[in-house]
């Protein structure tokens, strides 16, 4: 019996679900999507084909069909590098679906780093932004509330080279449409000095909510690991999240108590082992039993999937 071979959008599905074009998942290493291991990629360059690549990448992305999203992510930069130019923008259908989907799949600010990395890398030397990257970074802080930016940018703030500055100035964001949004562009680019311009109380209630947040990451930032009780009132208060808190304060069993209140179970995962090495996991102590109701509600588990 013959055996048939697999198609490019097959391959292309294998590739963005595995992170491999044979379909297999290696655990113990990263997946490597450079040119050379994902030939599929150069048939996707006409209309036709690179619209068909983009629905399937779409269906991958809608289904969670993935284990990674940095191979969806490099074949969507692959496809917009690749895909041969049209003297109209609104012509070029196939940048247009392939930057809206990178704009959905870019929900966290790890996300975006990510893409803004491998978008660079993919394209020719010396080859600037075009004018749907910069719209899709314009348009992942100005989507936001500010009270979600500000979290947002405050529990990633650099990755893959790059940090919410070097992309702001790159893309020339102009201050945000509330004066809450503009003080988050404002902090990413000028530190904490922007909130010191500011009085303690606001009469806007989002300008207040935001510069209650930043100051409160700015002020554990500055705390020490002695300052146990500050610790603990400024995670619960700000309801504060694991990227959002400084490694010398995971030391602490105040810092996990606080967190445990709101702790998503990703994050929960990340602190198991260093609670069990200062004994908070010890059968006799109530948050063992509090991690363990954690873990057995199936519910918040498969919604924060």
Not at 1 to 8: D, I, K, R
Not at 56 to 78: D, G, M, Q
Not at 111 to 124: G, M, N
Not at 173 to 197: D, F, M, T
């Amino acid at each position: 019996m013959t055996e048939v071979s697999p198609s490019n959008l097959d391959l292309l599905a294998r590739l963005v679900c595995t992170g491999s074009e044979n379909g297999c998942y290696n655990a113990l290493e990263k997946p490597d999507v450079s040119e050379e291991k994902t030939p599929c990629l150069a048939s996707f360059v006409t209309k036709e084909s690179g619209l068909v690549a983009v629905r399937r990448l779409r269906r991958v992305f809608n289904h969670r069909s993935f284990i990674s999203k940095e191979p969806l992510l490099y074949c969507l930069a692959r496809i917009i590098r690749g895909t041969l130019v049209k003297d109209s923008h609104k012509e070029d259908e196939v940048r247009e679906d392939a930057y809206t989907l990178a704009q959905d799949i870019c929900e966290t600010a790890d996300d975006l780093f990510t893409f803004v990395d491998l978008h660079k890398k993919v394209a020719e030397p010396h080859k600037g932004w075009g004018r749907g990257m910069r719209n899709l970074v314009h348009r992942w802080y100005e989507s936001k509330s500010p009270q979600a930016l500000a979290n947002h940018v405050t529990r990633v703030k650099s990755g893959r080279g790059w940090t919410h500055r070097d992309v702001i100035r790159q893309c020339h964001i102009l201050p945000g449409k509330s004066k809450a949004a503009s003080l988050v562009v404002h902090y990413l680019v000028n530190g904490k000095k922007e909130i010191e311009k500011h009085e303690e109380t606001s009469e806007d209630s989002e300008m207040a909510e935001v510069l209650s947040l930043l100051r409160a990451v700015e002020a554990l930032n500055a705390s020490s690991p002695q300052e146990k009780e500050l610790v603990r009132a400024l995670i619960e208060r700000h309801k504060l999240l694991y990227r959002q808190i400084p490694s010398k304060m995971f030391q602490l069993y105040e810092t996990y108590e606080a967190l445990l209140c709101h702790m998503p179970t990703e994050d929960l995962f990340r602190c198991v082992p260093k609670m069990a090495s200062i004994g908070m996991l010890d059968r006799t102590k109530e948050q063992s039993k509090l991690v363990i109701d954690h873990i057995n509600n199936t519910q918040a588990v498969k919604d924060q999937k």
